[in-house]
């Protein structure tokens, strides 16, 4: 039988949380397919009410760090949509009883979205990648989504998401009038700028995507299906980039564990008290 919160229809309630929802890791993510949430963004990017909507996908890694990170973790609960990102959430949920339908990930989001702005002429704006490369950026969207309308903006590497630069670069997405804004700064800089800015946008999508684009243009191969649905894209990670990423996966996200763990006691303790 169907659990109510994954069948009942999808709406944003009155508080800004989005349903179906449930509440994981103490956050409240969408419990609903890919293709709903889809469906859901699209919606977003054509509505123009004076303030953008903000994606974010949660993965192990944010989990671990919006653990350590109370002010942060308040920032990214205001988030108009949390879809579950990585396999060992989806994995947790089930633990808790509360089956999350299946991963939706930023990857899959990003290219499934310039393949809807394309059809529909949608402006789109990335706003991430290295300074003074836009252009191989922009040659990558050519190449594999002829005719999309796009533009980058690559920050500085010393880019403060609420400093003077992060106000400029608001500046010039307004101005710019997208649909669709690609957050691409990396977790929490994205997170953090997007949350920050997008009152300041007349409405539109901004999708905190991190390396989504690079695997979209081509620039980096993404792990296959079957280690995909296993979990093990941590491996494929590390394997492409294994300077920058071993500590990221091999230590620091360990703590995911302990945090599971400590939320299924509570939540053990919560069922035998009821």
């Known amino acids: ?7 009942a229809e999808p709406q944003a309630s009155a508080r800004g949380v989005f349903k179906p929802s449930i509440p994981l890791f103490g956050l409240d993510i969408a419990a609903v397919s890919f293709d709903t949430a889809l469906d859901v963004l699209c919606t977003a990017a054509l509505q123009r009410d004076g303030r953008a909507r903000v994606a974010v996908t949660p993965n192990v890694d944010h989990v671990v760090r919006l653990d350590t ?38 990857a899959d989001l990003l290219p499934a979205l310039c393949e809807r702005a394309r059809a ?8 991430g990648g290295r300074p003074g490369h836009e252009a191989t950026l922009v040659e990558g969207f050519a190449q594999h989504y002829p005719g999309l309308d796009v533009e980058v903006i690559a920050p500085s590497m010393t880019f403060d998401p609420t400093g003077p630069e992060g106000d400029a670069v608001a500046e010039r997405v307004r ?3 997208p649909d669709i804004v690609f957050v691409c700064l990396g977790m ?4 953090r700028w997007a949350l920050h800015h997008a009152g300041k946008l007349a409405g539109g999508l901004m999708l905190c995507a991190g390396a989504a684009v690079e695997f979209a243009v081509g620039l980096q191969q993404r792990a296959p299906a079957w280690m995909r649905r296993c979990g093990l894209e941590w491996c494929w990670r590390i394997k492409q980039d294994p300077a ?16 599971l763990w400590r939320h299924w006691r509570v939540a053990r303790t919560r069922r035998r008290a009821a």
């Open 1 to 7: 039988m169907s659990t109510p919160y994954i069948t």
């Open 69 to 106: 990170q109370p002010d942060l973790q308040r920032l990214y609960r205001t988030a108009d949509f949390l879809f579950a990102d990585g396999m060992p959430v989806v994995w947790a949920s089930r633990l808790f009883g509360a089956p999350l339908p299946e991963r939706v990930t930023g």
């Open 120 to 127: 529909g002429g949608w402006k789109v704006v990335v706003v």
């Open 175 to 177: 101005a710019a009038e």
């Open 188 to 191: 929490p800089k994205q997170e």
């Open 244 to 259: 920058r990423l071993w500590r990221r996966y091999l230590v620091d996200d360990r703590r995911f564990f302990s945090i």
